[in-house]
């Protein structure tokens, strides 16, 4: 096992070092390997994922809904939390260590030295891979931005999806274009045509840039507010309604009711596909969604017995828009709230804090194993206008140095790659 898992890991290295830089935006490469690999990206059936925040927990909530109704798809997500496996899902299935390391060879074999980047290269390995399934379903994330995204190079989906937009990946944009309308530009002005859904917005303002952006696209537009809704009943169900009808749903098995918004989404894409999916499908598939460091409590392991008598969340949103959704959360939990605190070294610290209110400590730590994460020294500088912020080197020392009162609840928040970390170790 471990020398499968060895194999792996000494193929991805050589697959980073084929272009000096992590990210050049650009398709050309990507198409010229596909081009090698027989173009089989053509001839594969899609729906694209784009947006800031819910792309992975739409994504999951469609593979739920699916599965019941015995659909089995393959997805491409990024990034992945604990093993690059899971970027590979091929029939509701992971690719083996062993079936990941052969298929990387032979697409790196038939690059043959040219250079592309390490996401483009993957990419180019999941369409050639994914094209034995032909019959289903590919659920693509887009990463960044879209427009230049490697998994951009389809002419044609069933869906596009447009999840929550806003403020992320700033260091890639240029100095008079960081703001929100380039980033909607970005995500949605190449959408190819089909079915566009757009999700629920955190703003009037965002949501008409993105009505505006993709006006001249003849797709079908399903929109949230226009052409689905959902009102959250104080009894604990959902009435979500649509083009096809009303639906009284039990609340998803995700926390915080920022995820009904990404199920809802995942409803309306489903029953516009007409894929057979019966209303019980869809009742089913949303209280069976697998999701990991998305407001995720850990219940038991290593970090847990730290604190064993106190509630221990994980959660991997990383911007300002994330943050807003993870305090409202947090918000209706009453109690005293600590935030452990590690964070890459590209994002707006500062911003995403502010978004928090009735914390009552903040410890930075380092990310492991992460070249690019802020250090949590300097990230405790950043934030020293908050009252109790300090750094501690590891996850452990911070849990174990916090002052927890009974009912206390512990965040570890601020990055995916964090999180990875963290039920690594755990």
């Known amino acids: 096992m471990k020398s499968k898992l060895m194999k792996l890991q ?9 272009h000096p830089r992590e990210i050049d935006l650009s398709l050309n490469r990507v198409k010229k390997l596909c081009e090698k690999l027989g173009d089989p990206q053509k001839r594969l059936k899609y729906i694209s994922v784009v947006g800031t925040n819910g792309k992975y927990s739409t994504i999951q909530a469609i593979r739920s809904i699916l599965k019941t109704a015995n659909i089995n798809c393959n997805i491409y997500t990024s990034p992945h939390i604990q093993k690059i496996n899971e970027r590979f899902i091929f029939n509701d299935e992971e690719l083996s260590d062993n079936d ?22 993957l990419t180019a390995a999941y369409f050639y891979y994914a094209s034995k399934f032909k019959n289903k379903i590919n659920i693509l994330e887009s990463g960044l931005f879209h427009r230049f995204d490697a998994t951009n190079i389809i002419d044609t989906n069933l869906s596009s999806i447009v999840t929550s937009i ?3 990946h700033l260091d890639w944009l240029p100095k008079n274009e960081k703001n929100i309308e380039k980033i909607v530009y970005e995500k949605t002005s190449s959408l190819v045509n089909s079915t566009i859904v757009v999700s629920k917005q955190s703003s009037d303002e965002t949501l008409n840039l993105i009505k505006k952006s993709i006006i001249n696209n003849q797709s079908k537009k399903i929109i949230y507010k226009d052409d689905f ?8 169900f959902i009435y979500y309604e649509d083009e096809y009808g009303g639906l009284k749903l039990p609340k998803p098995n995700l926390l915080g009711n920022f995820q009904i918004d990404n199920c809802a989404t995942a409803i309306a894409t489903v029953r516009n596909l007409q894929l057979g999916v019966k209303d019980e499908n869809i009742k089913q ?15 038991s392991g290593k970090l847990k017995n730290i604190c064993k008598y106190n509630k221990l969340y994980l959660d991997g949103s990383h911007n300002p828009l994330g ?21 890459m070294s590209n994002k707006d610290h500062e911003e995403y804090v502010s978004k928090f209110n009735n914390i009552s400590s903040i410890t930075t730590i380092d990310i492991p194993n992460q070249p690019n994460a802020i250090k949590g020294k300097d990230l405790k500088e950043k934030l020293n206008k908050y009252s109790n912020v300090s750094y501690k080197k590891s996850i452990e020392e911070a849990l174990d140095s916090i002052n927890l009162g009974k009912d206390d609840l512990i965040m570890i928040t601020g990055s995916l790659y964090l999180a990875g970390e963290l039920l690594n170790l755990n």
Do not use: P, W
């Open 100 to 121: 990941l390391s052969n298929l990387l060879i032979e697409v790196e074999n038939i690059n043959d030295g040219e250079q592309i980047t390490y996401f483009e290269i």
């Open 10 to 18: 000494t193929i991805l290295n050589r697959l980073q070092k084929l």
């Open 323 to 343: 943050a807003v959704a993870l305090n409202d959360y947090l918000n209706t939990i009453n109690c005293k709230k600590h935030l452990v605190l590690g964070m």
């Open 166 to 168: 806003g403020l992320d």
């Open 229 to 236: 809704n959902y009102l959250l009943n104080e009894n604990g």
């Open 285 to 299: 598939g949303i209280t069976r969604i697998k999701s990991i460091a998305r407001l995720q409590e850990i219940k």
